[in-house]
């Protein structure tokens, strides 16, 4: 009866929400309470239903998939500086988060939300016996794929997580941290099945539902974390060879992140079509005479070599003079107004074919293909209008892939602070820099509430 009432639940708050976008389904969901058992027996409100879970990412607290984590992650590393910090961002920036910080909630709250309603989607759609079978696979690979990302970036904040596969509360409030590598191991069955069950083609107009490509190369930034690097090897090369993407040309930089890229992998719908990619109107000032909210710490400029057209302003960064000071802001996402009776030109990319390259590189790199590793870093380099890379053993190839992914991936999705933790640079790199710097602030504080809901739970070192 628990999970009856659990999918019910849920199940009715995803219809109500897919009724805002019509981007993901033609389908207007109904008007009237749904039976449960219903739900699932028609394709139309299964598709519904899924479309949610979509929908959910992109409204939920504190907007982590609209630019949330792109901001915090870059605020927490080494990417951004706040111009007037308030006390949130001056404890992400400071490295001085604490238990009951909202923004840390948040995070957290919607990444299990997301896996709640995938739960319970996942329920409904493996005990329906009446959808088109192609659907019914699809779907469930879609559920998977998304659950499985929700738990990519728990772990990568908060290392051991729950891990929450049903949506019965009763169990579900009475759970453990399970150890990060169980969840990896989880996660690669969980991607495996969801690559099985996805077509090469997307299954809706655009990119805005994943796709197989999609679901491997979220297997593959598993494998990275893994050091499964025969295994990441393979993947990539499946995405590279699939002919299905191709780099932006150099000249055109500035379209990377425009809808449906030829290099977009994936990308998260506006919920309502109206709603601009935060990155934007986070980052991006109202006029060429306002100081941005935010801009690129000294670090980050500096390190770009000065040919590099991804720190040029034009490309992925702007510059505003404001009382004769210049201050440099990322600029990845520009649409900053919406006019009216239009659709946005951008929705917010979360993979991408220069990530494939990268991740390949580090792979050959740690199983010392050194000419195959130089290839693929200098098909990101030449985009980027630099030269050949000069790295010409394991070690210097290493450094030379942390550099690129540094400069192609600053201000996206806090690659800069999963990749610092990943390999053990955090310390090195952070601690000059935040005074209050400690070495568990590699992890985020578990979130108080948390704390007094389940019993269970214990937290994390340091807080």
């Known amino acids: 009866m628990q999970n009856n009432i659990s999918v019910r639940i849920v199940v009715l708050l995803t219809l109500l929400s897919a009724g805002a976008c019509k981007k993901f389904v033609t389908i207007e969901p109904a008007p009237s309470l749904i039976k449960t058992e219903r739900i699932f027996t028609s394709d139309k409100t299964a598709l519904s239903a899924a479309s949610g879970v979509y929908i959910a990412m992109r409204v939920g607290p504190t907007l982590f998939y609209n630019a949330g984590m792109t901001l915090y992650g870059g605020l927490i590393s080494d990417e951004i500086i706040p111009s007037n910090p308030n006390s949130d961002t001056r404890a992400f920036f400071e490295a001085d988060l604490v238990a009951n910080n909202t923004t840390v909630t948040g995070f957290y709250a919607l990444l299990y939300q997301v896996i709640y309603r995938c739960n319970a989607a996942l329920e409904g759609l493996e005990g329906s016996h009446s959808l088109t079978p192609g659907l019914k696979d699809q779907l469930i690979g879609e559920m998977k794929f998304v659950r499985a990302l929700q738990y990519y970036y728990l772990v990568n904040l908060w290392d051991d997580v729950p891990l929450v596969t049903?949506?019965?509360?009763?169990?579900?409030a009475t759970l453990a941290r399970t150890p990060m590598t169980k969840i990896?191991?989880?996660?690669?069955?969980?991607?495996?099945?969801?690559?099985?069950?996805?077509?090469?083609?997307?299954?809706?107009?655009?990119?805005?539902?994943?796709?197989?490509?999609?679901?491997?190369?979220?297997?593959?930034?598993?494998?990275?974390?893994?050091?499964?690097?025969?295994?990441?090897?393979?993947v990539t090369t499946n995405i590279l060879r699939s002919g299905a993407y191709s780099l932006v040309p150099g000249s055109s930089l500035q379209n990377v992140?425009?809808?449906?890229?030829?290099?977009?992998?994936?990308?998260l719908a506006s919920p309502n079509e109206t709603q601009l990619v935060g990155d934007a109107t986070i980052f991006v000032p109202v006029s060429p005479t306002v100081r941005p909210a935010y801009t690129l710490s000294p670090g980050l400029l500096n390190s770009f070599e000065p040919n590099d057209r991804r720190g040029?302003?034009?490309?992925?960064?702007?510059?505003?003079?404001?009382?004769?000071?210049?201050y440099v802001y990322p600029r990845k996402y520009g649409q900053r107004t919406l006019i009216v009776?239009?659709?946005?030109?951008?929705?917010?990319?979360?993979?991408?074919?220069?990530?494939?390259?990268l991740l390949r590189a580090e792979a050959r790199a740690n199983m010392v293909e050194i000419l195959q590793a130089q290839a693929d870093i200098n098909k990101i380099r030449e985009r980027a209008g630099l030269t050949e890379s000069a790295a010409d053993n394991k070690e210097l190839l290493l450094a030379a892939i942390a550099e690129e992914r540094r400069h192609e991936f600053f201000c996206e999705w806090g690659h800069r602070w999963i990749?610092?933790?990943?390999?053990?640079?955090?310390?090195i790199v952070l601690a000059p820099l935040k005074s209050?710097?400690?070495?568990?602030d590699v992890n985020f504080p578990v979130p108080e509430k948390e704390l007094l809901y389940n019993p269970y739970l214990v937290q994390n070192p340091g807080f």
């Open 166 to 172: 049903t949506s019965d509360y009763q169990v579900n």
């Open 184 to 234: 990896f191991e989880w996660m690669e069955v969980e991607l495996k099945q969801s690559v099985s069950l996805l077509q090469p083609e997307y299954p809706s107009p655009g990119k805005v539902r994943p796709n197989r490509w999609a679901a491997l190369m979220l297997l593959a930034r598993l494998y990275q974390q893994e050091k499964k690097w025969d295994l990441l090897e393979d």
């Open 257 to 267: 992140f425009a809808k449906n890229s030829s290099e977009t992998v994936w990308e």
């Open 312 to 326: 040029q302003v034009g490309t992925w960064v702007g510059k505003n003079i404001v009382n004769a000071i210049e």
């Open 341 to 357: 009776n239009t659709s946005p030109t951008e929705y917010k990319v979360v993979f991408r074919l220069a990530e494939a390259y």
């Open 419 to 427: 990749d610092l933790k990943r390999t053990g640079m955090s310390d």
């Open 436 to 440: 209050k710097w400690q070495s568990y």
